[in-house]
């Protein structure tokens, strides 16, 4: 056992740590810089190295803890971990060795984004040379996704359900690695009695509880329902994964191997937001009442959203992710989730990417709901919010309002996610708007994001039809109820002015009607 006694002399508890070793009989270690499995947490220690993950289980002490009280929370800790392990211990394995399990042709199921079981998937990819045509399944990779590189060829083919990075995004343009389209709604009924039986789950869990339940902390989604669903279960154990609640709880008794790594989980920095994103999330902040729901999808833009939305009162969130922005809201009495018609007082969302204070603020906090996503997703329960907000990006928008966010020109760089499942939703909430927010341009402002046609091959992620506010730094553009000779003008008048007279061109020629000349403007604020 080792034992922070404390790096800071004003605050010696090597006193503490010697009675602790006396009374457990125990060969403590105190003082170590490194990781440690119990911190004797005082003032002092949460600005100097609280915040860093390498640490086990933190006790708080003061002038009133005494010895008996620190020594029984150790003994309940090493307790509840000893019989575990005791019940399940044809369970408890290496994860070199629970890959073993893996065989050729099995369907391997990974768990989702940062909740990625890196020391399983690690294995398993030490593993594939001895393995033929395994097909994994993942949705957004924030990993390395090794087993998409090329000497995977014939060991293991993957198939990418949202193709988050760089690896995966070559992987697929090079025809090694597949893509499937899918609602994030729908995609856990892939595995369950769906068109995807897994015949393995690898996925990711807390430590268990006193009753030998894991949480699936930071990724619910799909990968809760892949694990109960899976032939072969394996789990790692992770003291860095959260204990969320909501329906996110599965046995021990349920999976079949049991890895216990301790691993730091992947952390996601906010974004440094530019001005002109600063701008847009004006814009969308502008359209955003008190005590709204919001949702809130991938990118620079929510953060910029966010950032914006410091005056409004008792806004709420039901999501499919959040990340840090969501808590410093909270910590301001911004978000209260107070006014939500469904889980009120509650953050609900299915996944969750940020830092470390995030992961610290999401666990055993009962005020967050985490769900799989066929609830968290599924257009219904999204709109039995009132007021619902949905905010997402996306690549290009064409003159007809059809929003491509997940591909350039055929080249697939990402997936629709819950974008669609959002829209929909906020478009039968009371109240409820989707926004679908970009900058003008990309690529240094040498390419428009708004476009007379999309680039041939692009995918349609939000349809003409379900397509509410457009917003760029240069105003919204509220396309319900427009016809497609509006939504051209509106988009246009939205578009960077470096290619507002090109675009005016080609809608007099497809409209057959001259643009008035005193809609030509250098810069619009807000078309609504
Ligand atoms: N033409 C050419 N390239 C374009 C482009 C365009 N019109 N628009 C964007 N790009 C390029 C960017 O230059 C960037 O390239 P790089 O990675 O080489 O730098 C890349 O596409 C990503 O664009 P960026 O603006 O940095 O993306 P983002 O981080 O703001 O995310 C989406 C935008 C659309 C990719 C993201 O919101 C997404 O994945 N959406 C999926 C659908 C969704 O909203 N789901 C809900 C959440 S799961």
Redesign the pocket.
Same mark, same amino acid.
């Given at each position: 056992m080792k034992f922070c006694g404390g790096c800071n002399p004003k605050y010696d508890r090597r006193k503490t740590v010697e009675l602790i070793e006396q009374r457990l009989n125990a060969d403590i270690k105190y003082s170590e810089p490194n990781r440690g499995d119990i911190c004797l947490l005082v003032s002092g220690c949460e600005r100097a190295c609280l915040k860093k993950p390498e640490w086990g289980q933190l006790i708080s002490v003061n002038q009133f803890t005494t010895i008996d009280s620190i020594i029984d929370l150790i003994q309940t800790w090493g307790e509840e971990m000893e019989d575990f392990k005791d019940i399940y211990k044809e369970k408890y394995v290496t994860a070199s060795e629970a890959v073993k399990h893996i065989k050729d042709g099995d369907r391997v199921v990974i768990g989702h984004a940062c909740g990625e079981p890196r020391a399983l998937t690690g294995a398993l990819c030490e593993r594939a040379h001895n393995l033929k045509d395994v097909e994994t399944i993942h949705m957004?990779g924030v990993g390395e996704s090794n087993y998409c590189k090329e000497e995977m060829e014939g060991h293991i083919r993957h198939n990418s359900l949202?193709v988050?990075n760089?690896n995966e995004r070559l992987a697929v343009k090079d025809g090694r690695c597949d893509f499937t389209p899918r609602y994030?709604s729908k995609i856990p009924a892939l595995f369950t009695n769906g068109p995807l039986p897994p015949d393995v789950a690898l996925v990711q869990v807390s430590r268990p509880d006193a009753h030998g339940y894991v949480s699936f902390g930071v990724s619910v989604d799909y990968s809760m329902t892949a694990a109960k669903q899976a032939k072969l279960r394996i789990a790692q154990i992770n003291q860095y994964m959260p204990r969320c609640h909501g329906e996110c709880f599965m046995h021990l008794d349920e999976f079949d191997y049991l890895v216990e790594e301790d691993i730091p989980l992947i952390e996601l920095p906010k974004s440094e937001l530019t001005d002109v994103e600063k701008e847009i999330g004006r814009h969308c902040a502008s359209l955003i009442q008190d005590g709204a729901t919001l949702q809130l999808?991938?990118?620079?833009?929510p953060d910029a959203v966010l950032l914006s939305l410091k005056n409004k009162k008792d806004l709420g969130i039901h999501s @499919? =992710?959040f990340s840090d922005g969501v808590v410093e809201l909270v910590e301001a009495g911004v978000i209260t989730n107070k006014k939500k018609t469904l889980h009120p007082g509650k953050l609900v969302a299915t996944f969750i990417m940020g830092t470390r204070k995030l992961y610290d603020y999401i666990d055993d906090n009962p005020n967050v709901y985490m769900a799989p996503a066929d609830y968290t997703n599924n257009p219904y329960v999204i709109a039995r919010n009132d007021n619902l907000v949905s905010i997402?990006?996306?690549? @290009?928008v064409d003159f007809m309002g059809q929003v491509s966010? @997940?591909s350039?020109g055929p080249l697939q760089?990402?997936? +629709?996610?819950?974008?669609v499942d959002?829209v929909r939703g906020a478009n039968m909430s009371k109240g409820g708007i989707s926004i679908i927010a =970009? *900058?003008s341009t990309?690529?240094g402002g040498t +390419?428009?994001?708004i476009?007379p046609s999309l @680039?041939q091959g692009a995918a349609v *992620?939000t349809g003409r039809n379900d397509v509410a506010y457009i917003v760029t730094e240069y105003g919204i553009a509220d396309l319900r109820g427009k016809s497609l000779r509006e939504r051209a003008k509106l988009l246009i008048n939205i578009a960077h002015p470096d290619f507002r007279e090109e675009f005016i061109e080609i809608w007099e020629n497809r409209f057959h009607e001259e643009w008035e000349r005193e809609e030509r403007r250098e810069k619009v604020t807000i078309i609504a």
């Open positions: 957004i949202f988050g760089k994030f999808g991938i990118g620079a833009l @499919e =992710m997402n990006s996306c690549i @290009e966010a @997940e350039i760089i990402s997936g +629709v996610g819950g974008q959002f =970009m *900058t990309a690529k +390419v428009s994001k476009v @680039e *992620t």
